[in-house]
């Protein structure tokens, strides 16, 4: 069975700090990788996506892809408040097929 | 980022009415869309793929005949709940496919009384 796999968490870190979101995926056919990020109540929010090994970065975000080890993770520098969230890891084998989530790693940056 | 509207944002309903949810893709044009449901505290469950012109693809689980999905044109996809009961109350959320990712709507709450 294709799996994402994701720390529930919550994941408690300082505000100013780094946070670090890990996920796996189980499925090797797997083309395009995305994180989400949804608040109590709403809907999710596209943050970035990433198609190749590596790091992509965007403002204080940055993606990792490592293809060989089925890893992918988001790091959010200089964590703000208002970045308390559930994060969602998602990934996909190719263009417009659905996506498979993980359950979501819940966030809490504290003051 | 692309902008995906859902109408309505939310409704209330009697016990055996139907309830439709628009899903339009304002400023990009999407084959696929593709609709979720939400319970409080749980995941996102895929409930179905909407394709433009053909006929929906239904996860397994998901009644086809309860949750009729239309996708008439490139920017339009609808869900419709049918004979609607208490349990179908949800947090119901469309996404739309622009070839690079998908860009989710506001999402419909849904509360069957």
């Known amino acids: 069975q294709k799996e994402v796999e994701q720390n529930s968490g919550p994941l408690s870190v300082p505000e100013g700090a780094i946070a670090s979101l890990n996920c796996t995926y189980s499925?090797?056919?797997?083309?395009?990788f995305f994180w989400y990020r949804q608040y109590s109540g709403k809907s999710p929010e596209l943050i970035m996506f990433?198609?190749?090994?590596g790091d992509k970065e965007d403002g204080r975000f940055t993606a990792q892809l490592n293809k060989a080890s089925q890893y992918v993770s988001l790091l959010i520098r200089d964590s703000q408040p208002s970045d308390s969230a559930t994060y969602l890891c998602?990934?996909?084998?190719?263009?417009?097929?659905?996506?498979?989530f993980g359950t979501g790693t819940r966030l809490q940056v504290t003051l | 980022g692309a902008v995906v509207s859902q109408h309505p944002s939310w409704v209330i309903c009697k016990s055996g009415t139907s309830v439709k949810i628009e899903c339009r893709s304002l400023d990009f044009q999407a084959t696929t869309m593709f609709w979720y449901r939400q319970f409080p505290k749980q995941s996102l469950m895929l409930m179905a793929t909407s394709n433009e012109g053909s006929k929906a693809t239904y996860e397994q689980g998901v009644e086809k005949d309860k949750f009729l999905i239309n996708h008439a044109s490139l920017t339009l996809s609808t869900l419709t709940v049918t004979s609607a009961h208490p349990e179908d109350s949800s947090f119901y959320i469309c996404?739309?496919?622009?070839?690079?990712?998908?860009?989710f709507g506001p999402g419909t709450r849904l509360l069957v009384l």
């Open positions: 990433i198609y190749s090994n």
């Open positions: 998602a990934v996909r084998a190719g263009t417009a097929s659905k996506l498979t």
């Open positions: 996404s739309a496919d622009s070839q690079e990712t998908q860009y």
């Open positions: 499925d090797r056919g797997s083309q395009s």
